[in-house]
């Protein structure tokens, strides 16, 4: 079920000593952990911390101009998950290890720079890893890395942008009646399989159970029940406008929860913004190529969706 979110107040309700207590004490009796009563003492007040501090730096970013932009997104984004991550780790930051960012960026790279093909990649400790492990059930993220354009192609809100720049779309939307997803049977076509290998697919993909409830001359309806709202694999989902997205990249990011998609490009562009002050400025001021509509854009998204994707994360612990 998808909680309502309201942009301006929906941490408000974490807001009080005793309501973060309470809430954190299910997580970790959940979690069969000891001391669950004591822990959720303990981390009452550095959890709203977090969350109040993430609020503060998303408000500020609103406000900001475009060229600090990333950087106030990126430490909301930061704060707003180690709130997460306090819910399944009562002992969280327990080394120094896990502070670092998690990800690198390579030097620039002076001449032909592009952005669509600049990587990121991904460390053995620090945050990044981290929350994977913790959050998601995702180990070993260690020596992967992924393309800013692999990132960009994830971001269902963007699909509109890649067919008016590039005249591709990124994804296909999917009509959902209560627990069936309607899917375009064209999709069989994109990934060259047939219906059955085409749900076993699926299937591998997605942590819910998924069954075809028989197909139309132009759907496959899929049956799909308990999915999580922060993480709907390999469904993404836009609450702008309600609707959930089939991604048409069937390799790579696919696995990944749009939370991490949203950490990994945020962390490239407020290292942009803080290190390639020349880069920076120039697409700014010149706009040269595509790349300041989809980052432009990215950044409008991320703004609203990353703090939706972290409540609907604490809300599904309620």
Same mark, same amino acid.
């Given at each position: ?38 822990k959720s003492y303990e981390n009452s007040y550095p959890f709203i911390y977090y969350l ?77 890893? #981290? =929350?994977?492990? $913790? ?5 070993? &993220?260690? /020596?992967?890395?992924? *393309?800013?354009?692999? +990132? ?17 779309s990124t994804f296909l939307e999917v009509e959902q009646k209560k627990d069936l997803y309607?899917?375009p049977k064209k999709i069989l076509d994109c990934f060259h399989m047939t219906e059955s290998?085409?749900?076993? #697919? =699926?299937?591998? $993909? ?5 069954? &075809?409830? /028989?197909?139309?001359? *132009?759907?496959?309806? +899929? ?59 120039? &697409? ?35």
């Open positions: 079920m998808i909680h309502p979110y309201d942009h301006g107040n929906s941490f408000l309700y974490f807001f009080s000593a005793s309501t973060s207590q309470e809430f954190l004490k299910n997580c970790y009796q959940k979690l069969n952990l000891e001391q669950a009563e004591q109040e501090h993430g609020q503060v730096y998303y408000e500020q970013a609103e406000k900001a101009p475009l060229i600090i932009k990333p950087i106030l997104f990126f430490y909301g984004l930061v704060h707003l998950v180690k709130a997460c991550i306090l819910t399944v780790d009562p002992n969280y930051p327990e080394t120094t290890s896990v502070l670092a960012h998690g990800v690198s960026t390579r030097k620039r790279k002076k001449q032909q720079y592009n952005f669509f093909q600049d990587e990121v990649k991904f460390q053995k400790s620090g945050l990044f890893p #981290y =929350m994977g492990e $913790k959050m998601f059930h995702m180990k070993h &993220l260690e /020596g992967e890395k992924a *393309t800013m354009g692999e +990132l960009f192609s994830q971001i269902p809100e963007l699909n509109y942008l890649y067919s008016q720049t590039e005249g591709r309607l899917l290998r085409f749900i076993e #697919y =699926m299937q591998s $993909k997605s942590d819910s159970k998924i069954e &075809l409830q /028989g197909s139309e001359e *132009t759907a496959l309806n +899929l049956l799909m029940k308990n999915i999580n709202t922060y993480n709907y694999k390999p469904l993404r989902y836009s609450p702008e406008n309600s609707k959930f997205y089939f991604p048409l990249a069937k390799e790579g990011l696919i696995d990944y929860p749009e939370l991490l998609i949203h950490y990994l490009l945020l962390y490239n562009l407020s290292m942009i913004a803080r290190y390639e002050t020349e880069w920076w400025s120039e &697409l700014i001021k010149m706009m040269p190529n595509k790349d300041y509509p989809f980052i432009q854009s990215f950044l409008q998204i991320t703004a609203k969706k990353g703090p939706y994707l972290i409540y609907q994360y604490l809300v599904d612990k309620k």
